[in-house]
T-cell receptor, first 114, second 112 residues
Framework: GAGVSQTPSNKVTEKGKYVELRCDPI?????LYWYRQSLGQGPEFLIY????????DSGLPNDRFFAVRPEGSVSTLKIQRTERGDSAVYLC????????????FGPGTRLLVL | AQSVTQPDIHITVSEGASLELRCNYS??????LFWYVQSPGQGLQLLLK??????LVQGIKGFEAEFKRSQSSFNLRKPSVHWSDAAEYFC??????????FGAGTILRVKS
């Protein structure tokens, strides 16, 4: 079946602008995760949804970052007043907790803030 | 706090040679352990996982990993490397249904 999809695949924006990144999880997966991967590093956890609610948002770096999952499926990561340091690949993953908790990753959105 | 160390930033092996990528973790309970592979411009693909039971786990593409609790290690191995294995490999630790903590990754180069 279809895997995790993310749009856009690339996003270039200017410092101070607002961006939204979208994630479509695998159908039926109740858990959804956002990670950020900076150049030369492993992915770092941002936020985890169980259903519609954020179960753990301890990885969000500051209040410019916000994520929603209003219907328990698609999620949007929102970044306000972008800074050059926000440039990274933003990865989304989903898992079916009833199975094993294994997370399946999307291809990522590469964000570049000029 | 959970942490993962991948001591080797780069490894180069000859095609057909054996491979071992090292991973050490820090975790207060029985860990869930994963190896993912990332090719350039691609997302993370799961190679294998350990949750419990047999400490030697088999994965896709001929990879295997062994969980050694006494050494807090989960090293990835492959008996014969193919040129298509060139990629970046990430070890991760996590709790069931919870966030993953990743290592910094090991870049594998395969020379012919």
């Amino acid at each position: 079946g279809a895997g995790v999809s993310q749009t856009p695949s690339n996003k270039v924006t200017e410092k101070g602008k607002y961006v939204e990144l979208r994630c479509d999880p695998i159908s039926g997966h109740t858990a959804l995760y956002w990670y950020r991967q900076s150049l030369g590093q492993g992915p770092e956890f941002l936020i985890y949804f169980q259903g519609t609610g954020a179960a753990d948002d301890s990885g969000l770096p500051n209040d410019r970052f916000f994520a929603v999952r209003p219907e328990g499926s698609v999620s949007t990561l929102k970044i306000q007043r972008t800074e050059r340091g926000d440039s990274a690949v933003y990865l989304c993953a989903s898992s079916e907790l009833a199975e094993s908790g294994t997370q399946y990753f999307g291809p990522g959105t590469r964000l570049l803030v000029l | 706090a959970q942490s993962v160390t991948q001591p080797d930033i780069h490894i180069t092996v000859s095609e057909g040679a054996s491979l071992e990528l090292r991973c050490n973790y820090s975790y207060g309970a029985t860990p869930y352990l994963f190896w993912y592979v990332q090719s350039p411009g691609q997302g993370l693909q799961l190679l294998l996982k350990y949750f419990s039971g047999d400490t030697l786990v088999q994965g896709i593409k001929g990879f295997e990993a062994e969980f050694k609790r006494s050494q807090s290690s989960f090293n990835l191995r492959k008996p014969s490397v193919h040129w298509s294995d060139a990629a970046e490999y990430f070890c991760a630790v996590g709790a069931y249904g919870n966030k993953l903590v990743f290592g910094a990754g090991t870049i594998l180069r395969v020379k012919s």
